[in-house]
């Protein structure tokens, strides 16, 4: 008698191919659709985003990204920010494949991607024109003085 588990790695071989693994299945999930609260207790982020709440403390030790504040009695309170951290981390690790070091590799260069200062939007100035203008302030101070 084959066990449940056999016959299930059976059906999947049956038609010549293997099904996706869980993780990958994971990331085929759709997308989790997040409260408008200001603040989330670990159990509600744990399962909204369908992880035990001892794995979003060990990732609170591994990504910077997540720093939830811990409320007068100790609770950890996650921002909006923070529940969208998990499940791009969650992503990353389960879905795409990532270590916890390729991953936080990943969320550093994207995070620095972000920061790139772009130029300013001053229009260019010609010198002439700046001459010009010199000269009219000088000229409005030498009213006012006059004037004084």
Known sequence: MASSSAKAHRSEKSNG????????RLSQQHAVAIPEKLYFRIGEVAELCR???????FWESEFSQLK?????????????R??????????????????IAGARQFLGSEKKAGRS??????PSVRGSRLQVLRKEVHELLALVAANA
């Open 117 to 122: 200062q772009s130029s300013l939007p001053f």
């Open 51 to 57: 992880l035990p709440a001892s794995v979003l403390r």
């Open 68 to 80: 939830p504040v811990k409320s007068n009695t100790g609770q950890r309170m996650y921002r909006r």
């Open 17 to 24: 191919k293997r099904l996706p693994p869980a993780r990958a």
């Open 82 to 99: 923070d529940v969208e951290a998990v499940l791009k981390i969650r992503d990353l690790l389960y879905g795409q494949g990532f270590t």
